[in-house]
Each structure stands twice: as structure tokens, then as C-alpha cells.
T-cell receptor, first 113, second 114 residues
Framework: KAGVTQTPRYLIKTRGQQVTLSCSPI?????VSWYQQTPGQGLQFLFE???????NKGNFPGRFSGRQFSNSRSEMNVSTLELGDSALYLCASSLTGDGYGYTFGSGTRLTVV | GNSVTQMEGPVTLSEEAFLTINCTYT??????LFWYVQYPGEGLQLLLK?????DKGSNKGFEATYRKETTSFHLEKGSVQVSDSAVYFC?????????????FGSGTQLTVLP
């Protein structure tokens, strides 16, 4: 079966712009989580969506937001980009979001210049 | 809150050497424990998991045992191969409230030389 698909794979944006990243989970998975990976901070949890509702949120500023559609696809948006937002953004899907079976996508590499 | 501490890298080994990557955790309740592997340019792949104390997770020759008494989940492999070169992440999941997330260690870069 198809894995978790993240688009685009690479993105270059300018400070102050906004960006939207997309994640298509494995068919049937209802939970989508987003993580930010940087060399300095490692892997940090952004938020989790389950059945179109945000179920949990990490410690990121309000510039980071997300949503989930009825087909479980999820988007995350970052407004007013800062240089420090440059990172690999990973999404993970799970059947129920209980931690037992997270499958990660290959990520979107965002570079802010 | 929950936290995971894992062995600082990088680790460089010769092919067929024995591998241990240490991982300890702090968590409330009874978390599930995981090892993920990340190859260059890719996302994370689940390597193995254990959901309760004394469980042993294993996959592709890698093993880790959930030790509640020492709050540890050390990764071991008896004979590493060049293809095992990657970054390894220890993680925990404690599924209640704001802890409903994977908490990762800082990662350990492993390089295996032929």
C-alpha cells in the first residue's frame, strides 16, 4: 500500500512569506502528526490531528497552524516565516494515533532565506 | 514532562562489530518505547518497539529490552553492516493528555566502515 506522501519535497521561501505543506496519510489512517527536525533542537512535536480535530499541540508559536480534511489529508501552515523556521518537516500517520504504529513520510525540507 | 536521553554520537564501528546505543527515559505512567532509524534524505522508519516492561523488541538483527527498573531501552546488534549506517532515534509514547505524542532523543549517528 502507498506510504505517507509529503509535498513538496523541497521549498525555498523568503523571510516574511507564508508556506503551506501537505501530507497525505496511509489510506484508512485517521491520525496525522507533524514534527519539526532541526540540527539544534532535534525532533519536536508540532501538533496532531485526528478526524479533523486538533487533539494535541506542541510548544510552537501561533504562526504554526494546521488542519485536517475529511479524507484525513493534512496541511500545515507557517505564516511570517523566520530564518529559524528552516527545517525538515515530517508528518506521521497512524490508524488511531495511539503511538503503536506511526509511519513517517520523507519530509519537506524548508529553507527560509 | 517526558524526556529521552540517548548516547551522544557519532559512533564509528568496523563491519561485524557489536553495537550498543544507550537510551534512558523519564515518563509518567507506562510509556511505549521505540527505536526509529533515519537514512540520509529520508524520513523516519520504525525499527522496533516494546509496549510493556520486560518486552524485547527485535527487527533486522537489532534488539532492545524495555527495562522499567532502570528506565532504559538500549539498542543492540551483534554484527553491524555498512548498510546499518544511519541516525538512530530512541522515542517514547505516553498516550494521555498533552503527552499524546512521540518524544524523541537527540539521535545517534552511526557509521560502519568496511
Amino acid at each position: 500500500k502507498a506510504g505517507v506522501t509529503q509535498t513538496p519535497r523541497y521549498l525555498i521561501k523568503t523571510r516574511g512569506q507564508q508556506v503551506t505543506l501537505s501530507c497525505s496519510p496511509i489510506s484508512g489512517h485517521r491520525s496525522v502528526s507533524w514534527y519539526q527536525q532541526t540540527p539544534g533542537q532535534g525532533l519536536q512535536f508540532l501538533f496532531e490531528y485526528f478526524s479533523e480535530t486538533q487533539r494535541n499541540k506542541g510548544n510552537f508559536p501561533g504562526r504554526f497552524s494546521g488542519r485536517q480534511f475529511s479524507n484525513s489529508r493534512s496541511e500545515m501552515n507557517v505564516s511570517t516565516l523566520e530564518l529559524g523556521d528552516s527545517a525538515l518537516y515530517l508528518c506521521a500517520s497512524s490508524l488511531t494515533g495511539d503511538g503503536y504504529g506511526y509511519t513517517f513520510g520523507s519530509g519537506t525540507r524548508l529553507t527560509v532565506v | 514532562g517526558n524526556s529521552v536521553t540517548q548516547m551522544e554520537g557519532p559512533v564509528t564501528l568496523s563491519e561485524e562489530a557489536f553495537l550498543t546505543i544507550n537510551c534512558t527515559y523519564t515518563a509518567t505512567g507506562y510509556p511505549s518505547l521505540f527505536w526509529y532509524v533515519q537514512y540520509p534524505g529520508e524520513g523516519l522508519q520504525l525499527l522496533l518497539k516494546a509496549t510493556k516492561a520486560d518486552d524485547k523488541g527485535s527487527n533486522k538483527g537489532f534488539e532492545a529490552t524495555y527495562r522499567k527498573e532502570t528506565t532504559s531501552f538500549h539498542l543492540e546488534k551483534g554484527s553491524v553492516q555498512v548498510s546499518d549506517s544511519a541516525v538512530y532515534f530512541c522515542a517514547l509514547y505516553s498516550g494521555s493528555g498533552s503527552a499524546r505524542q512521540l518524544t524523541f532523543g537527540s539521535g545517534t549517528q552511526l557509521t560502519v566502515l568496511p
